[in-house]
C-alpha cells in the first residue's frame, strides 16, 4: 500500500453520449431508468461485482445511471477492456453510445462525497475525464486508456 491509502490500480470513467439529446428524441424519462440508464445501471452492477470495483461516484439504480467512476485495485488497463467493451457494445444495441476513459494510477478505494471529489480528487481520475472529454470531442461511443 502506498502513502495516503492508495493502491496501484485504474479508474474508469463512463459517461452515456448525447444523453440529453437522445431523451428527448426518445421521449424517455431523466428521472427514472428508462432502456439507456437502465441498461447501463445493470451492466456497472456486474462489471462492479466481477472485478470487485468500488463506485466512487454515480451508480444509481433509482434513476438509472448517466455517468459513473470506479476504482479498481490491482489490475492493468488490459485486463478490464474487454468487459468495457462488452459494456459499449450492449448500449449501442439499444441505441445509446457511451464514452468509457480507463487510466492506471494509484486508487483511493472509497465512494466520493462529491461529483467533484470523484472527478478531480487524484491524478488518476483528473486524467481519465481529461481523456473522456477529449474522446466525446472527437465523436465519443470508444473506450480509451491512458
Known sequence: ??????VEGVVIVMDLDRFGEVVEERGWSEYSPNPATGLMTLL???FVSKWRAVVVYGLD???????VVLEIPLV???EVLPDLEEIRRRLNE???GVTIAVVRGPVGLKPARSRREAYYGT??????????????RRGGNRVVVG
Open 94 to 96: 439499444v441505441g445509446v
Open 44 to 46: 456497472v452492477e456486474r
Open 76 to 78: 492493468e488497463p488490459e
Open 61 to 67: 439504480p433509482e434513476r438509472g445511471t448517466e455517468e
Open 123 to 136: 491524478p488518476a481520475r483528473r486524467l481519465a475525464v481529461r481523456l473522456l472529454r477529449e474522446a466525446k
Open 1 to 6: 500500500m502506498e502513502a495516503g491509502g492508495l
